[in-house]
C-alpha cells in the first residue's frame, strides 16, 4: 500500500468510530479516582503542554484555588510553589481524555462526568459544569465563595447527579441530540433544549431519591442551561479515545488553547501537539468597555465539541448564535458548509431541515484543510486577562498547525517505509 | 486563415465564458452582457509548494 491508501484507510476507520460511537454519561466520581493517569499530585488543564512560567493569569488562579481546595497550600503563593518546584504536575488534560472549560484546573477530588463509547469502549472525562455564573475557577477566580462551591459540588453536588445517571443506567448523549434536533442547539456555545431535555429525565429519578439538600440539588441543576456541555466535552473525549489509537489517519482528535499557544493533535501523530500563537475568540464583546486587548488568546478545550462535529462545525443547527456573535444565518450555513468540505463523515443523528437535511459534519482531516485551505470555524467564549468572560463568539482553526501535523504524519511514513 | 483571423472571428461570434479562479475577469465580462460561468478552483495548497509535494504523496 503506498502513502496514500494506509492514510484513506485510516481515515475511513476513524470516520467509522466517530459516526458510530455512542457516548453514554454513566457517573460522576472523583478525578483521580477514575481519569488514566491522574494522580494527587497532577492538575489538568486546558489546551496544549505549557510551561509553567508561561501560565496566564486565570489559568495560574484557578491552579493556585484547586490547591487551596485540596487543602495541598494555604496560601496562593505557597500554591504557586508546589507547581515552580515540580511538586505538583500541570498536564494537559486532552492527554488524559479529559477536557477542561475555559481557565479550569481539575484536581483529584473534584467530581466529573464520566462518558462511556459503549460501542468503542473509549471513556471521557470533564468536571461537572458550575453554571452560568462568571465567580468560579472555570473563569479564572479563587475566593471564599468559589471554594464554598468546590466543596458543595465535591460533597452533595457531584456524588447526586452521579448516583441519578447509575440509577438511570446512564443517559444516551446522541438520543439527547437526536431529540433536541431542530431546536436551535449547536451544542458547543448554545445548549438549552440539550440541557432541559436531559433534565427532564433526570429530574423524574431525582425526585424519587433520598439523598441529602435533593431540593436545593435540583433547583441548582434546572437552572443551569449549560449544563449539557460539560457533558457533551466528556463525550467527544470517550469516543475521540478510540479515534487517537488509529495509526497513520491525518483525522484531528484534540484541539484547545492554553491562552497563550493552540494546538492540535491527529490521530498519526500520536500524542504530539501542533501549535502556534493562540488566535483571538472574536465576536461580541459581553461589556461595551472591553477591547481586544484586555483578551487572552484562545482559552479551553470547549471546542472537543468541534472535534467531535458540534459547535462550528454543526453550526447550521444554531443560527440564533451565530447572528448574537455579529455574524448572518448565510454565515451559519457557510460555517457547516466549509467544514463538510474538509470532513471525512457526517454525524446523520440530528439533520437539520433548514440545512438541506444534512448532518454535522465531523473529523476534520489536515489534508483537506491544507489542500483546499478552507478553514473549519470553532465557537467559544474569550477569557479576559483579568479573568470572566470577555466574548462569545468563534475562530478559524490556524493553517499551520495542519501544515506542522502533516509534515510529521509524512516523516513518519516514510521511516516506517525504510 | 491565420490564427489572428480566427481569435477576431471568436469575438464575433457569441461568447460564453468559463472564468477559472479570480473572479474580477468574469464579473467584467458579466458587466458586458456576457455569459460567464464561474469556476470555482483554487491552487491546490493556497500555492505552498513544500504542501503541494507532500499531499502528492498523502492524497487529498
Redesign the interface.
Known sequence: M???QQ??QANQKAAEILTGGRPVWVDVQPAGDVIPGMTPDTLLIAGPPIAVEEIPGPVKTAICGALIYEERATTMEEAWQLVTSGTVKVESAQDHDAACGAAMATSASMPVCVVEDKVYGGRGFCAVHPGNKQNVLRWGFYNEEVQRDLVWFRDHYGPALGETVRRMGGIDLINVMSKTAGMGDENHNRQPAASMYMALQMIQTMMEMEFPYRDQIVKEFAANDRFFLHVMMAGAESVLASVKKIPHS?VMVAMGGNGIRFGTRFAGTGNRWFTVEAPLIEGLFLKPTYTREDMLGFLGDSCVTEVYGLGGMSASAGPGYVILTGSTFADALQRSADARKVCVAEHMFAPIPWDGSRGFPVGVDA??V????ILPTSHGGGTLKAGGQGTMGSAKLPLDCF?QG??A??EI?INEAK | MTNTDRIQELFNSELVVLNIGPRLFGDALGKQNVEVVQVDWRPLAGGDKQMQDLLADLGI
Open positions: 503506498d502513502f496514500k492514510i484513506e491525518t489534508r483537506k491544507v489542500g483546499l485551505n501544515k502533516l509534515v504524519i509524512n511514513l
